[in-house]
């Protein structure tokens, strides 16, 4: 599955890149996430509770940030287990351009699942990653006015700023949770990524 998106964000391109980098910003961004500890340079240990549908499992995974150039880029490996729920394992290129007086974050994932997810609709699974993606950028977006008071605000058209999925299909759920902590620790874009 192939995914690709981007998100206007109302603070600079280098706070963007230290709020991303952030492990317990992340970790209360990212619905569900229990965990998001640095367990080694350039790696993350993550725990999310995810429920899609009739299948919830806690998904354990570890997020590898790699080609790290502060504060524009990165890339990040990820997988995570989630028993019999499934699995997932991908990667993520997430990028930071500077836009007017703000940023904008753009993201490009590629990922493959197995077990009971997999056999879940793609309706139900895209309808998941969407919201899930929507709730972790919402929770983003306040945490950056919080920690950035003098951000204004971005106002978007929800709609132009979704993932959008590419030939095979919309990303899981739990890639987002993981991505979201990646693309939100890595650079999530971090400094480490």
């Excluded at 990653?129 to 950056?144: C, G």
């Excluded at 971005?154 to 999925?165: E, G, I, K, L």
Aim: aromatic residues 8%; neutral net charge; contains cysteine.
């Amino acid at each position: 599955m192939d995914m690709q998106g981007s998100r206007p964000l109302a603070v600079t391109q280098q706070q963007a890149w230290e709020a991303l980098n952030d492990p317990e910003m992340l970790k209360s961004c990212i619905p569900g996430c229990e965990k998001f500890e640095l367990t080694e340079p350039n790696v993350y240990a993550v725990t999310t509770a995810i429920k899609i549908g009739p299948v919830a499992a806690r998904f354990n995974g570890r997020v590898t940030l790699s080609d790290i150039v502060p504060p524009e880029s990165y890339k990040l490996g990820f997988d995570a287990q989630g028993g019999v729920a499934g699995f997932g394992k991908g990667e993520a290129a997430v990028k930071l351009t500077p836009a007017g007086t703000g940023c904008e974050l753009s993201y490009t994932v590629h990922s493959t699942v197995g077990g009971k997810i997999a056999q879940l609709g793609q309706r139900l699974i895209d309808g998941a990653a969407k919201s899930l993606a929507e709730d972790f950028f919402r929770r983003f977006d306040e945490a950056l006015q919080q920690r950035f008071p003098n951000a204004a605000p971005v106002v978007t058209d929800s709609a132009a700023h979704q993932p959008m999925p590419k030939a095979g299909g919309g990303m899981p759920t739990w890639a987002w949770a993981a991505i979201a902590a990646v693309v939100a620790v890595a650079m999530y874009l971090g400094s480490k990524g």
